[in-house]
Structure formats: structure tokens, C-alpha cells
């Protein structure tokens, strides 16, 4: 917190979002202040452009600006100034190879790394370390210094096996002392070891560093030397390199600073299950089952704050002061966009330029200052702003009740004339009486379990809500008896007045239970338009689907039929005039319920279309009459039972009946059997109404159709004869028949 503002910091502390914010600083890449400046629009569009892409977390940083600034005085930077610089160099090229599609994706494209890093990133490994086998001669030396240590090793182990020196050896260990190795001996060693003294135990003992392995020593000092030479002529050399590129340099420290913001929020944000409020361009404030992070198993809170004051009263630790914490808290966390816990698709948070939380008692000892003078002091600053959000706990705090009403009553109606919005916290309903009438007022109560005699931190809009003062006294065991005799003393009157504060509470809480009955069916009813209404789209697009069919299936008939009219060969046409009535689309058949068939005996009545006759023989499916002295087979669905027979029950039957013609018959993609039937109808028609001539096309094709109607013909009791039909009425695709 060390970054934030002295007033941030303390209204993070008064909402108890230190440890919240502690927690989100841990995703930080470098350590810098959590409040994002600027345009909050833009930066919300960002990280919701980045929450929807998956990205590895940057390596730690740290801030660019001494590296600038000694690049400016020409100066040379340390081999970990340099990798800082190359590690974000990288993540940015990370960044750019993704090829991220969308706002994230433009905004690498603006990020073009000059050339001159790839040559430097060659020399650093992932931990930041510089390869020296990159450079022949650091190489050579690195072995060198490898070679001398082993021999210096060596020699050491050797001393530790002569037998002169074993009794003064208090272990058989190389100790490093000051980076020199040692060997760790009794007093008296200088009879038997040459060597300075470069340390002493609590015990008395020495850390003795031999003469034997000094030309060593020496000649690795020197190799180190050259080594550190070859260092910083590439460290000069990087540095040369680097400082034209110090206005790039910046721009990435900026850049990536933004971009730090942005991650550690999402990654906060994704591994919490927390969501990021985008502040709206108004001052209501909707939360939606928001859980302030700082209770360990929080009940999710509702509300609903479009005035200007919310009064907020009821029993005594029922999670009032909460309340307005949780409230200001999910303000100052969307005005920074810092992730919370809440339902985003159903909360909204407008835009404050400045919150306060007027919170602790602010009496002081040091200062001469009682707890209601303090409080004067408090709002006297709060007059100095406009436009800010104000939390206002136990606003009465210090003085008598009903003077403090009063007072605060004008005092914050003064503070709402200056565009402030007021949440209070409050025991006494003399100040909430004196503002419940205004419109602009809103009144939400703690509710309390008088079974379990226990707060249940929740909360009812629109109610004052009683203070369960004995009842509190009571839960945290004072005596019963003192508790009767306060109620006592309380009156009667007031006692009366708490009745009908907690009956209005329950008629509003029986009130909130039924509208949510109401909103429970009316989202029922609204699921089941929805389904009604996908079902009338889905059922449109199907009857689309099949009139689009059928249009193109008769669209391709009355193509063939064209090209079949185009011909002179009166065989080919039917052949053409057949293969389009095949692509027609074949109708379903319609199914409709078959009337009682109606049994017929000999010598019967009976009616068969506008003629009477008597029934000679009966079958299975026809009959033969005699009308008129001429005898017809018809079928029995045609006749209809003449005279004075019991009647049937009356079955309704509607059907498409096709229009016929009165002197052609066509058969044309009929199978045989169909074909005789409409033949067999067709002549009985012919001859009631008659016709003594008529036409049956029955086209050529592979002459199956042909000769079944030639024996059907020949069989017919009323045909005197038939031939083929002239050229220009069908040829041999047609039948003139005789009656």
C-alpha cells in the first residue's frame, strides 16, 4: 500500500480492503500504485479485451527510470539493469507472436522492437545470467578459473590428510571465510601450518587460510580480472547501444506499466471467480449478491440505492455498519476497477469523483476533542466537495438524540443540495422519521430473529427497523430482571411504537414474498413465450423449406413439359411429358377417417349420384345395379342406401374430389390396377350421363400401362369397341372408345 495516497490508503483501511488489495498486488509484475489513472472507459475495454484471450503472466520488473536517466549521462549499466530491460523486451515479442485478433492485437502492433535488441538477448539466459561461452576468449577464461579452483580444491584436501596436522584439525570441512577457503584448527597449528588467521569460533578455534594454495589464489585473482574487463567492455558496449533507444526505452516502461494493470486485474479476477464493475455515467448504485472480502463466509447483500440518502436502521450488531462499508467498497473498487465478488449482469454502479467514509469515533485525547466535536469536524470537510458518494456511520454519535435529528436533518439536506449522495447508519428513528418523507429518501432496516433471538444480516428496503436494545442486553447476558425494569422505565407509549414499526416490517417482508412469487411466474411465463416463439420460427422456416421444395420441383416440370412441347415426334413428347410428371413432388396422401361401411343386399334401393337404381349382386368392394334397364359395376363407397332404412349415425367426411372431364380419361403415371379402377369409374360415368365416345390416354412408354388398358377394355361389358386414337390426338398413346 506503500504506493497508494495517504487519503486512499485511509479510506481502503476505514472499508477493510487493505488485505483485499494486498492480495491483488501479489499478481502485480512490478511494484507500482493500484489506482489507474485516466480514462476508465478505455481502460475497462482493455482488460475486457484481454480477459477474453489467454496470456502467461510477465516475469517480475522493475521501473525503467533509473536505467533512463543513467543512460542520459552517457553512463553504463549493469548486466542486470540491461537483462530488466531485455526481459520486457521479450514478453512484448511474446505478446506480438501470439498475433492476438482484436483491440489487444492493435495495440502490439504499435510496439515495434528495434533491431538492436536480438543481438544483446543472444547473450542472456532466461534467468537473467550472460552466456560467456558466446565470447571465445571468455570462454578460454572461464575454463581457466575452473582449472585454478580445482587445483586450489585439491591442495586443501591434501592438507586435510597430513598426518602433522591431524590432531590440531577440528573438522575435516573447506570452510569459505570472506570468500577465502579455510581449514578450522586448534591453538598450536603454527607448528605445523603456514598461513594467516582470517577468522576465530565462540569456541576458541581458528579459520586458518594456508600459504600453500596463495600462488593460486593470486593467479585466480588475476583471471578474474580479465574476466571482469571482457564484462564491462560488453556492458559499455550494450550500453552504447541502448541509448539512442531511450525513447523506446520509456515508451515500453509506460506501456508495460499499463499493461501490468491490466493483466493483474484479470488474473486476479480469474482465479478468485470475481468480476470488474465498469462505472456508468450516473450516481445509482444496484448491487447484486456482492460479498465484501474482508468476512470470511459472507451472506451475499442486495440493494437497491437510486436516491440521495439511504437510512439505514434496525437492531443493534446486525450488520449495519457492514452494510455501508459493503456499499462505499463496491463503489471504490468499480472506480479503480479493481475485481469483487458480485453478479455483474445484474449490478450497476454509477461514477463518483470522490467517496469519504466518516467511520471511526473521532474523539482525541492528544487533541482536546470530544466524539461529537470531532464528528462537526468531519462534515465541516465534507461541505468542501461536490459529487462524492458519503458513508455516515452512527450519525448521532456523541450528542442527544433529538437535537442531533434535528440538526443533521438540515445538515444533510444541505450536503444533498450539493449533488452529495448520503448513506447513514443510525439507532434512532427520530432522524428518520424527520427525512422518510422526502422522495428522494430512502429507508432500508437489519432485520432480527426473534425466535433465535439472533440478528440475521439481512436486510428490508422501505421499513425503520427497530434497535432490539433489551434484546441484544439479553444475547450477551445481562440480567433478565434489569432488562424488565428498563423496559419499565421505557414506557408503555414507546413500546406500543416498536409494535408497530416490527408489524409494518412483517407486512413489507409478507409484501417482498409475494413479489417474488409474482416475479418467479411472470419469468416463468416469459420462458414459456420464448419457447412459443422459437417454435413459430422454427415452424416457419420448415414450411419456407418445403414451399421453396415444391417451387423448385415444379419449376423443373415445367421445364421438361417446355422441352417436350419443342419436339415433332409425338412418342418422344409423351416419353418427355411422362419423365416431368415423374419430378412433380408426390402429394401425401390425406388421411381422413373412414365412415361405417354400409352393408347392400340384392333387391335393394339405392342412390348412385343423381340416378336410382336396385342392387343385382354384391362383393367385396362394388356392386352391380340396374338403372334404368342398364346394368353398371360400381364401387360401394359411391352408392348411397335409398328409401326408408334405419338411419346411421351421420359421418361428416370432407375430401378433395378431382374435377373430371367429360369426354377424356388421362392415365398417365398410373400403375395398372390404379388405371382400371379410374377406367371402370370413368365409362359408368360416361354412360349415365350419355356419352356413346370417349378418350383414354394412357401413353407409350414400356407398354405395360398399354395392355392393361387394351384388356380391361376388351373385358368390359359396356365397350362395343376401341382403336388407337388419330395422330394428332396421341397416336398410339391413346384409345378411342366405343359405348
Same mark, same amino acid.
Given at each position: 500500500m506503500s504506493h497508494l495516497s495517504t487519503n486512499l490508503?485511509?479510506?481502503?483501511?476505514?472499508?477493510?480492503?487493505?488485505?483485499?488489495?494486498?492480495?491483488?498486488?501479489?499478481?502485480?509484475?512490478?511494484?507500482?500504485?493500484?489506482?489507474?489513472?485516466?480514462?476508465?472507459?478505455?481502460?475497462?475495454?482493455?482488460?475486457?479485451?484481454?480477459?477474453?484471450?489467454?496470456?502467461?503472466?510477465?516475469?517480475?520488473s522493475v521501473s525503467f527510470e533509473g536505467s533512463i536517466n543513467h543512460l542520459k549521462k552517457q553512463g553504463v549499466l549493469r548486466f542486470e539493469d540491461i537483462f530488466e530491460i531485455i526481459k520486457i523486451v521479450r514478453y512484448f515479442r511474446h505478446l506480438r507472436n501470439h498475433e492476438f485478433s482484436g483491440l489487444i492485437g492493435e495495440w502490439m502492433e504499435?510496439?515495434?522492437?528495434?533491431?538492436?535488441?536480438?543481438?544483446?538477448?543472444?547473450?542472456?539466459?532466461?534467468?537473467?545470467?550472460?552466456?560467456?561461452?558466446?565470447?571465445?576468449?571468455?570462454?578460454?577464461?572461464?575454463?581457466?578459473?575452473?582449472?585454478?579452483?580445482?587445483?586450489?580444491?585439491?591442495?586443501?584436501?591434501?592438507?586435510?590428510?597430513?598426518?602433522?596436522?591431524?590432531?590440531?584439525?577440528?573438522?575435516?570441512?573447506i570452510h569459505y571465510i570472506n570468500d577465502e577457503e579455510c581449514l578450522l584448527v586448534r591453538g598450536g597449528f603454527n607448528h605445523v601450518l603456514k598461513g594467516s588467521i582470517v577468522g576465530r569460533t565462540g569456541a576458541g578455534f581458528f579459520y586458518v587460510a594456508p600459504d600453500s594454495v596463495l600462488r593460486s589464489k593470486e593467479q585466480l585473482r588475476y583471471v578474474n580480472q580479465e574476466r571482469d574487463t571482457l564484462l564491462y567492455a560488453y556492458a559499455k558496449k550494450f550500453s552504447a547501444k541502448l541509448s539512442p533507444l531511450v525513447p523506446f526505452i520509456g515508451f515500453i516502461d509506460r506501456e508495460f506499466e499499463r499493461y501490468d494493470h491490466y493483466q493483474a486485474r484479470v488474473l486476479f479476477a480469474r482465479a478468485h471467480n470475481y468480476a470488474i464493475l465498469k462505472p456508468q455515467n450516473n450516481s445509482a448504485v444496484i448491487l447484486e449478491e456482492f460479498s465484501h472480502p474482508a468476512i470470511a463466509k459472507p451472506k451475499p447483500i442486495s440493494v437497491e440505492f437510486r436516491g440521495n440518502l439511504l437510512m439505514i436502521t434496525g437492531v443493534n450488531a446486525g450488520g449495519k455498519t457492514m452494510l455501508l462499508k459493503s456499499i462505499i467498497s463496491a463503489c471504490a473498487m468499480a472506480k479503480y476497477?479493481?475485481?469483487?465478488?458480485?453478479n455483474p449482469h445484474k449490478s450497476r454502479i454509477g461514477s463518483f469523483k470522490r467517496l469519504e467514509a466518516v467511520i471511526d469515533d473521532p474523539q482525541s485525547v492528544s487533541n482536546d476533542i470530544s466524539t461529537f466535536a470531532g464528528r462537526m469536524v468531519q462534515f465541516s470537510h465534507l461541505f468542501e466537495h461536490k459529487s462524492a458518494l458519503v458513508g455516515v456511520d452512527e450519525i448521532e454519535l456523541g450528542t442527544d438524540s433529538d437535537e442531533a435529528a434535528a440538526l443533521f436533518a438540515i445538515v444533510l439536506d444541505e450536503l444533498i443540495k450539493r449533488g452529495q449522495k448520503i448513506i447513514v447508519t443510525t439507532h434512532h428513528k427520530r432522524l428518520a422519521a424527520l427525512m422518510a418523507d422526502r422522495d428522494d429518501v430512502e429507508l432500508m432496516a437489519a432485520l432480527y430473529d426473534e425466535e433465535r433471538r439472533l440478528p440475521t444480516y439481512e436486510f428490508l428496503q422501505g421499513v425503520i427497523g427497530k434497535s432490539y436494545?433489551?434484546?441484544?442486553?439479553?444475547?450477551?447476558?445481562?440480567?433478565?430482571?434489569?432488562?424488565?425494569?428498563?423496559?419499565?422505565?421505557?414506557?408503555?407509549?414507546?413500546?406500543?411504537?416498536?409494535?408497530?414499526?416490527?408489524?409494518?416490517?412483517?407486512?413489507?417482508?409478507?409484501?417482498?414474498?409475494?413479489?417474488?412469487?409474482?416475479?418467479?411466474?411472470?419469468?416463468?411465463?416469459?420462458?414459456?413465450?420464448?419457447?412459443?416463439?422459437?417454435?413459430?420460427?422454427?415452424?416457419?422456416?420448415?414450411?419456407?423449406?418445403?414451399?421453396?421444395?415444391?417451387?423448385?420441383?415444379?419449376?423443373?416440370?415445367?421445364?421438361?413439359?417446355?422441352?417436350?412441347?419443342? !419436339?415433332?415426334?409425338? /412418342?418422344? @413428347?409423351?416419353?418427355?411429358?411422362?419423365?416431368?410428371?415423374? *419430378? $412433380?413432388?408426390?402429394?401425401? &396422401?390425406?388421411?381422413?377417417?373412414?365412415?361405417?361401411?354400409?352393408?347392400?343386399?340384392?333387391?335393394?334401393?339405392?342412390?348412385?349420384?343423381?340416378?336410382?337404381?336396385?342392387?343385382?349382386?354384391? !362383393?367385396?368392394?362394388? /356392386?352391380? @345395379?340396374?338403372?334404368?334397364?342398364?346394368?353398371?359395376?360400381? *364401387? $360401394?363407397?359411391?352408392?348411397? &342406401?335409398?328409401?326408408?332404412?334405419?338411419?346411421?349415425?351421420?359421418?361428416?367426411?370432407?375430401?378433395?374430389?378431382?374435377?373430371?372431364?367429360?369426354?377424356?380419361?388421362?392415365?398417365?403415371?398410373?400403375?395398372?390396377?390404379? /388405371?382400371?379402377?379410374?377406367?371402370?369409374?370413368?365409362?359408368?360415368?360416361?354412360? $349415365?350421363?350419355?356419352?356413346?365416345?370417349?378418350?383414354?390416354?394412357?401413353?407409350?412408354?414400356?407398354?405395360?400401362?398399354?395392355?392393361?388398358?387394351?384388356?380391361?377394355?376388351k373385358a368390359h361389358p359396356s365397350v362395343k369397341s376401341f382403336t388407337d386414337a388419330p395422330q394428332h390426338l396421341g397416336g398410339f398413346g391413346a384409345k378411342i372408345v366405343r359405348l
Open positions: 490508503t485511509e479510506l481502503f483501511a476505514k472499508l477493510d480492503l487493505l488485505a483485499h488489495l494486498q492480495a491483488l498486488e501479489h499478481f502485480f509484475s512490478r511494484s507500482q500504485s493500484i489506482a489507474l489513472q485516466g480514462d476508465q472507459e478505455r481502460h475497462f475495454r482493455y482488460i475486457d479485451a484481454l480477459d477474453a484471450l489467454e496470456f502467461k503472466a510477465p516475469p517480475k504499435t510496439i515495434r522492437i528495434p533491431e538492436q535488441f536480438s543481438e544483446m538477448d543472444e547473450f542472456f539466459d532466461e534467468g537473467g545470467n550472460f552466456i560467456e561461452s558466446r565470447d571465445e576468449e571468455l570462454h578460454r577464461i572461464g575454463h581457466r578459473i575452473k582449472a585454478i579452483k580445482t587445483e586450489i580444491n585439491e591442495s586443501m584436501k591434501r592438507l586435510l590428510h597430513t598426518q602433522k596436522l591431524h590432531p590440531y584439525l577440528v573438522d575435516t570441512q476497477l479493481i475485481p469483487m465478488k458480485i436494545a433489551f434484546e441484544t442486553a439479553a444475547r450477551y447476558g445481562i440480567n433478565p430482571a434489569i432488562i424488565t425494569r428498563a423496559k419499565s422505565l421505557y414506557g408503555e407509549n414507546h413500546e406500543k411504537l416498536s409494535v408497530l414499526i416490527e408489524r409494518g416490517s412483517e407486512l413489507e417482508r409478507e409484501l417482498k414474498r409475494k413479489n417474488r412469487e409474482v416475479d418467479e411466474r411472470l419469468e416463468t411465463l416469459k420462458s414459456q413465450e420464448a419457447a412459443l416463439k422459437e417454435a413459430r420460427e422454427y415452424l416457419r422456416v420448415e414450411l419456407d423449406a418445403e414451399k421453396s421444395k415444391l417451387r423448385a420441383g415444379y419449376d423443373e416440370a415445367i421445364r421438361e413439359a417446355k422441352e417436350a412441347a419443342r !419436339g415433332h415426334d409425338m /412418342a418422344a @413428347i409423351h416419353r418427355q411429358l411422362n419423365k416431368a410428371q415423374a *419430378k $412433380l413432388p408426390k402429394p401425401e &396422401p390425406i388421411k381422413i377417417a373412414e365412415p361405417e361401411p354400409i352393408r347392400y343386399e340384392v333387391g335393394q334401393s339405392v342412390k348412385y349420384r343423381t340416378q336410382r337404381g336396385t342392387v343385382v349382386s354384391v !362383393g367385396a368392394k362394388d /356392386a352391380m @345395379i340396374e338403372v334404368e334397364g342398364m346394368r353398371l359395376r360400381v *364401387k $360401394l363407397t359411391d352408392l348411397k &342406401p335409398s328409401g326408408n332404412l334405419p338411419k346411421k349415425p351421420k359421418v361428416t367426411v370432407t375430401s378433395q374430389i378431382e374435377q373430371k372431364s367429360g369426354l377424356k380419361l388421362d392415365l398417365h403415371g398410373l400403375r395398372g390396377e390404379e /388405371a382400371c379402377e379410374r377406367m371402370d369409374k370413368f365409362l359408368s360415368d360416361a354412360l $349415365l350421363q350419355g356419352f356413346d365416345e370417349v378418350i383414354i390416354y394412357h401413353g407409350i412408354g414400356t407398354g405395360k400401362l398399354s395392355y392393361a388398358v387394351k384388356e380391361f377394355l
